[in-house]
């Protein structure tokens, strides 16, 4: 059983950057790929970005390409996501959740499901 927590949310000003934390317990890290979602209450979840259980690989959805990064310190066995030039319209609850995962190949994890979740945190952008 992989446990996951999320922290560095908050509430910030537009153009500000962010770092987002997910540390994992309970697993051996590296067996797990990684994936970034947000979700605005009434709407569906979004995928962000996932990474391979290396580090590799990453990939990420066309509406956050270039102001979003996705790394992971297996030896902290942590993964994070960084968020640049906030705008009001990333103002979401944000997830990240692991699935066991060998491979390189990230992009198909965008619909995958996943085994693990954490339980959110809240990032709140003023204008």
């Known amino acids: 059983q992989v446990q996951l927590v999320e922290s560095g949310g908050g509430l910030v000003q537009a153009g500000a950057s962010l770092r987002l934390s997910c540390a994992a317990s309970g697993g051996t890290f590296s067996n797990y790929a990684m994936g970034w979602f947000r979700q605005v209450p009434g709407k569906d979840r979004e995928f962000i970005g996932s990474?391979?259980?290396?580090?590799?690989?990453?990939y990420f959805a066309d509406s956050v390409k270039g102001r979003f990064t996705i790394s992971r310190d297996n030896a902290k066995n942590t993964a994070y996501l960084q968020i640049n030039t906030l705008k009001p319209e990333d103002t979401a609850v944000y997830y990240c959740?692991?699935?066991?995962?060998?491979?390189?190949?990230?992009?198909?994890?965008?619909?995958?499901?996943?085994?693990?979740w954490g339980q959110g945190t809240q990032v709140t952008v003023s204008s």
């Open positions: 990474i391979s259980g290396s580090g590799g690989s990453t």
């Open positions: 959740a692991a699935i066991r995962y060998s491979w390189e190949t990230v992009e198909i994890l965008r619909n995958a499901r996943y085994d693990y």
